[in-house]
């Protein structure tokens, strides 16, 4: 892939220097405070899901719309991917009636690694199988810098469902980019493909250290839903239960990418406490994903 | 539940005093005139339907778009409701996102009950299961004001499929408050739980009486469509036949919520007729769909 | 049907004068130039998809929003349709609610006849079963009239699955009319009702003589998938191969109404050839949808 930052499209945080990362969160703050910005004329962005979404889907549509932009809506069921269109002819439609930017979530990993050569509006990534989710990422970032105004020095534990998630491993990286001490915990054959660069700790020791714990949805729908155990069980061994979170360091913070499964990943009261900020990474959605359109429209 | 009416939410017109019906009605007048109000600021709302709905949802986006909000039409089927997230949690997204009130149908009854207290922002009940249906009460009552200038004195048969309806219900019991007299009409075993308010006359004697024929819609899907009569029936024994027609009084009107089961209510030329009032009462829920969305957005 | 142009709406080429139709591509190609057009007040059109489409009803939507139409995006499988809604009555619906125009696919043959007789907003046919499809002949003859600035002396050939198709029909007559010349090319058996009035050649003679090569989609969906040959066996005697366009006219162009069935109608890398004009028809599918909705909105 070349010049990636030139066309201004959004694939994977691993492709951006940490400098672009910052300057993202920077915009992003500052649209977090409520800045408006909207482009010189009328601009029109699709939004192409494959797979169900409520945040990822709907903040996108309110920052578009905070923006001032024309929004299509693309629902793959009732389109011509039912007499059998690919994603390159489908995204192409669009291109060619005037759209200059798409979002898209699809099931496959890496679904853009071609298209992105047939095409020449931005591509922005909202989630690509059990691939990247650069947009996911960066609101988690903006959370914690907005709580700890740096990343250097902190304690970051990512907790749970991290097999084979490049989501987690680019959210690991990213933190580890900006200065950030990452840990991990959970199930050990949860683990596959990080031990080698972070440090498993036990679910209990790793608590104690973490400034911030990030606990990860269980995704029951990507993994054919085999859990060894039960959701008590799996809630007692590796959940925040409301016990463990008497234990947590007094500033550390949770976050969750949602949807939450309550009482496995965490106490369902935890949701609400007040060291979570899993509304708070919502709200910052929508920010980030200002941010990320606007980079995508301005040339 | 207390103070509804700080909040600005709509759950049922059981919860409203007369005088907050009165005044409600006077705006979705004044609307029903063109009035123009907006918001000083851009302001969101999500549509939440679990349900099947034509009028009820569109004329909803009428009302918001003609006030200026920006509209999230939310898709159940589509959404991390698949994945299991809760209403409330699909609620508290919304509110996390940016959104300033909900309209949302779903086929729980009172599945409000809980929820407001968990949410901050204003929700109004486009339909609970076989509760109410708080905004199709408020524009067959402004149906009827703009008729009859008032609801003393006025006989209201409500005809049909009651049974168990709290839609029937509430309308029947704010048609008494504000002065009517209501009557019902239909077979014996459709009346249960109406029977000791209201007067149960037979199908014609009941018309002769109307100065409004409020004529239900059969609910095949909400109770499991066994009817014990064939459509026709039904339609000759407590159907508004054409030869009915002829014998209501000279000004009574006809209304019905649709969708009709034309020729099984009514006879399909009568949805048309002089006396019908079906496509005002569609007009009619626009205007009071915005005067219930500038109550929940203005504090 | 009586002074179908009166109501400004759109039905099927073959009820427009000649004239008409060159006043349409007139205002459609101010569009493609950047005109800009609004209604002085707002006003809202919906569309009624009630078979999947991807091209149709995207560019209607963007054509809509670049006019400052208030759109209603209307799902049939989540609307009151599901409780037997008559398309009637769902349109009556959207009348009594304020829209002003709708536009409908639907898989029914003229489902317009009767509908027409009822409601009195325009009607724009997006499409119905194998019957007109208008606004897809009006671009096919824009973006040939860009191309050759005129049909006289022209020869045109419409390949491949016509079968009992009157978009075929109508569009092979609108071309007649303005001028051209038409020539039919493919299976014989999908010739039925054509070769009266065309000549049927075989494809390489066709190829040979042909300004503008306009390729139609095979509609699988419609004639219950089958077919005799198997897509290399169709592609090698009917298709547009690589090798068959090396013969074609120095200045002839392709066209083909998409989704395209790669290296079925024609070689995939053919799709994006310097002749080939299908983006060109997506991106004059919005410019002539503007200019179809202003003649259905002012009067």
Redesign the interface.
Known sequence: MNEPQLRQELLSLDLLPVSEITTLLEEAETFSYGKSWRGET?Q?V?NL?FE????T???F??AE??LGL?V????A??????????LL??V????????EAVVIRHPENEYYHDLRE?VSIPIINAGDGSGHHPTQSLLDLLTIQQEFGQFAGLTVVIAGDLRHSRVARSNARALKRLGADVRIAGPAEWMAGFTDEYDHLPFDEALGQADVMMLLRIQ??RHGGGMRWSKEEYHRQYGLTLERETRMKKEAIILHP?????DVELASELVEAKRSRI??Q??N??AVRQAVLKRALTR
């Open positions: 009328e029109f699709a899901f169900p979404s409520t945040r889907r709907y903040s549509e309110v719309k905070k024309e299509l809506s693309f629902d069921k009732h389109s011509s991917v039912q007499k059998g269109e690919t002819d489908t192409k439609t669009f291109e060619a009636i005037g759209v047939h029951h729908e949602g949807p939450v499964n309550r509304f708070k919502m709200k959605g929508v």
